[in-house]
């Protein structure tokens, strides 16, 4: 997957160099291009905002450097990527849009700051390509970078060869499936017993199908404590007999 990442401050992003994503980068599962903003002004600041049209407090970014950087970015290819706009004014992110956006072979983020980017940015570039307004919660940030870590830390490490151990994903909290709506339940390892706290026993039972059902019962019980909206989008489909007793 083809990932880049424009912005003001491309070395916000030196995580990227890190853990399984840097191995993802140096192995090419993951290929990521950093482009600072500036590089698209013209002017001896190289000024990338300006004040409000109506007033108010604050900057807006300009437009005109962003259309370059996008231009440039993505003009010249054979295919159209999907550009990413975080703002806390888009839609949710979830662990779905994560899987979907996993599926795409390529994607733009354009990194926000001040006020937010001036909006015909957006109404010009979607007439190329896929746009999406996306926030990562209800919560406001200094700029989209932050964001855009999140987002590009939780697609990548849904591609095929990024995480060692690909059975995990689908135990996560929120993988599509089982856990679908549920947060997933407390997890230990050795030793069996730490200032007096013991393991959970059937964890230590070996017994497989016991294991299975008390995961789950503790995934209902953590998502009923920590989630109730969650809890409440489980249709009588997702539930067993079981379950309803939980
Ligand atoms: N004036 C904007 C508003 O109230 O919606 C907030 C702008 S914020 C200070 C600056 C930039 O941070 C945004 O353009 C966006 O790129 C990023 N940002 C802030 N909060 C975010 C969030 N919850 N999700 C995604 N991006 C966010």
């Not at 905002?49 to 290819?77: F, I, Q, R, S």
């Not at 920590?226 to 067993?240: A, G, H, I, V």
């Amino acid at each position: 997957m083809r990932i880049d990442i424009i912005t003001i401050f491309p070395d916000y992003f030196a995580p990227l160099d890190l853990s399984l994503i840097g191995k993802a980068r140096t192995s090419g599962l993951l290929d990521v291009r950093l482009h600072d903003l500036r590089s698209w002004t013209h002017d001896r600041h190289n000024t990338v905002d300006d004040t409000p049209y109506g007033g108010g407090p604050g900057m807006v970014m300009k437009p005109e450097p962003w259309g370059e950087a996008l231009d440039a970015v993505t003009g010249n290819a054979p295919s159209v990527p999907r550009l990413i706009l975080p703002t806390p004014s888009g839609a949710p992110f979830t662990q779905a849009d994560a899987s979907r956006l996993a599926r795409e072979p390529w994607l733009v983020f354009a990194c926000g700051r001040y006020e937010g980017i001036d909006s015909r940015v957006a109404a010009d570039a979607a007439e190329r390509m896929p746009v999406e307004e996306v926030s990562i919660g209800d919560y406001v940030l200094n700029g989209g970078e932050s964001a855009t870590l999140v987002m590009v830390e939780a697609v990548s490490r849904l591609l095929p060869g990024v995480l060692g151990n690909a059975e995990s994903v689908a135990q996560d909290s929120f993988a599509p499936g089982a856990m679908d709506n549920l947060v997933e339940g407390p997890v230990y390892t050795k030793p069996a017993v730490w200032r007096d706290r013991e393991v959970p026993p059937v964890l230590l039972s070996g017994d497989h199908g016991a294991v299975d059902r008390w995961r789950r019962d503790e995934a209902l019980r953590k998502t009923a404590r920590n989630r109730p909206d969650l809890l409440r989008r489980l249709t009588s489909e997702d539930l067993d007999q079981h379950d309803r007793q939980v």
